[in-house]
């Protein structure tokens, strides 16, 4: 006399049986009138959550707006159908409540080894998780019927719906919020470039940050530099760099997941009316804009920015904008020069 049974998981539940096993279940995942029944809503954290929210804004020194807005970047963002309002994650939002700490909760829950390893068979593109378009059936999938990794990146939250094109037909895929976006990168970190999250957060990689921020180019390059220099390569990885499709990609990979770790905003592959620039990276004060050569000049990189007017999609942006060409050594896996326009 079950009158309601509630089933959920990582991967969509398959029905194979064409007689009578568990053939008569409802499928919830992408009807609206059950979007929010496994998130907290934005109206909860500001009327019953409110209290917590203060709490957190006192031990914080900040006002209650300025701890608002903080958990909506690190913990919201989560869409399950087309029309579904944002979601918090609730086992990551009531844990920076238990414990008064903005931390990276879901990730310390599970390591997603077995993802990582479907990515790299299917040869995901780590760059492109914020600008995926697909249909229902490309990304909800049981698990059997896998081509890609798209429907274990949805179904498992590293990816999720933001915007829905009725003409089309099509879902705008994206990565939610920074939480998940700083704990992919750090994961990801090691099987795509071999490079250790302590190294980033600790290393030559953040100064490089720090000096992007004040402006300092010439210095953040030295830094990275530097720090490409004295990474110790894992057993093995050199043989994966060559089997990368392009060692410019490799580049591109290395500089998304540190910067991505670092919670900074950075694109790569944006196109113009000329082609794609290879990097765009946006600090406060300064737009960068990177072409990477390897096997060729920094100077040649910077004339194809200008040639191509990589930069000039930027020009009423209002932020200083510092074109960077840069070469790679072919035998050292790191910066010869570089070049700044």
Request: proline share 3%; with cysteine.
């Given at each position: 006399m079950?009158?309601?049974?509630?089933?959920?998981g990582i991967t969509k539940f398959s029905q194979l049986s064409i007689f009578s096993t568990l053939n008569n279940i409802s499928n919830m995942s992408m009807r609206p009138e059950y979007?929010?029944?496994?998130?907290?809503?934005?109206?909860?954290?500001?009327?019953?959550?409110?209290e917590d929210?203060?709490?957190?804004?006192?031990?914080?020194?900040?006002?209650?707006?300025?701890?608002?807005?903080?958990?909506?970047?690190?913990?919201?963002?989560?869409?399950?159908?087309?029309?579904?309002?944002?979601?918090?994650?609730?086992?990551?939002?009531?844990n920076c409540f238990d414990q008064k700490e903005?931390?990276?909760?879901?990730?310390?829950?599970?390591?997603?080894?077995?993802?990582?390893?479907?990515?790299?068979?299917?040869?995901?593109?780590?760059?492109?998780m914020d600008e995926i378009m697909a249909s229902e059936n490309d990304f909800n999938l049981?698990?059997?019927?896998?081509?890609?990794?798209?429907?274990?990146?949805?179904?498992?939250?590293?990816?999720?719906?933001?915007?829905?094109d009725?003409?089309?037909?099509?879902?705008?895929?994206?990565?939610?919020?920074?939480?998940?976006?700083?704990?992919f990168a750090k994961g990801l970190l090691p099987t795509y470039s071999g490079l250790g999250s302590g190294n980033v957060q600790l290393g030559g990689a953040y100064k490089m940050w720090v000096a992007l921020r004040k402006g300092d180019i010439d210095q953040a390059l030295r830094e990275l530099k530097a720090f490409l220099a004295g990474v110790p390569y894992v057993e093995g990885f050199k043989k994966k760099l060559k089997?990368?499709?392009?060692?410019?990609?490799?580049?591109?990979?290395?500089?998304?997941?540190?910067?991505?770790?670092?919670?900074?905003?950075?694109?790569?592959?944006?196109?113009?009316?000329?082609?794609?620039?290879?990097?765009?990276?946006?600090?406060?004060?300064?737009?960068?804009?990177f072409e990477f050569k390897v096997g060729d000049t920094a100077e040649a990189a910077l004339k194809q920015i200008d040639d191509s007017g990589y930069a000039e999609q930027f020009a009423t942006d209002g932020r200083n904008v510092v074109k960077v060409?840069?070469?790679?050594?072919?035998?050292?896996?790191?910066?010869?020069?570089?070049?700044?326009?």
């Open positions: 079950i009158r309601f049974c509630f089933l959920t979007a929010a029944i496994c998130g907290i809503t934005e109206r909860e954290l500001t009327t019953v959550l409110r929210v203060e709490m957190l804004a006192k031990k914080y020194e900040c006002s209650y707006d300025e701890m608002h807005k903080l958990l909506k970047q690190h913990y919201d963002g989560y869409h399950f159908t087309r029309d579904s309002e944002e979601l918090y994650n609730p086992y990551s939002l009531f903005m931390g990276s909760f879901w990730f310390e829950s599970a390591t997603p080894t077995f993802l990582f390893r479907q990515m790299q068979r299917f040869g995901t593109d780590i760059t492109k049981p698990t059997e019927s896998l081509t890609d990794a798209l429907p274990l990146l949805y179904q498992t939250g590293y990816l999720t719906i933001k915007e829905y009725k003409d089309a037909e099509s879902y705008h895929l994206c990565i939610p919020n920074q939480e998940v976006r700083i704990g089997e990368a499709a392009t060692r410019e990609g490799f580049y591109e990979y290395t500089f998304y997941l540190i910067l991505s770790m670092l919670n900074v905003y950075v694109r790569t592959q944006v196109k113009c009316w000329t082609g794609r620039t290879d990097m765009i990276v946006f600090a406060p004060e300064t737009i960068y804009v060409g840069v070469s790679f050594d072919i035998d050292t896996w790191t910066i010869n020069e570089w070049q700044v326009g």
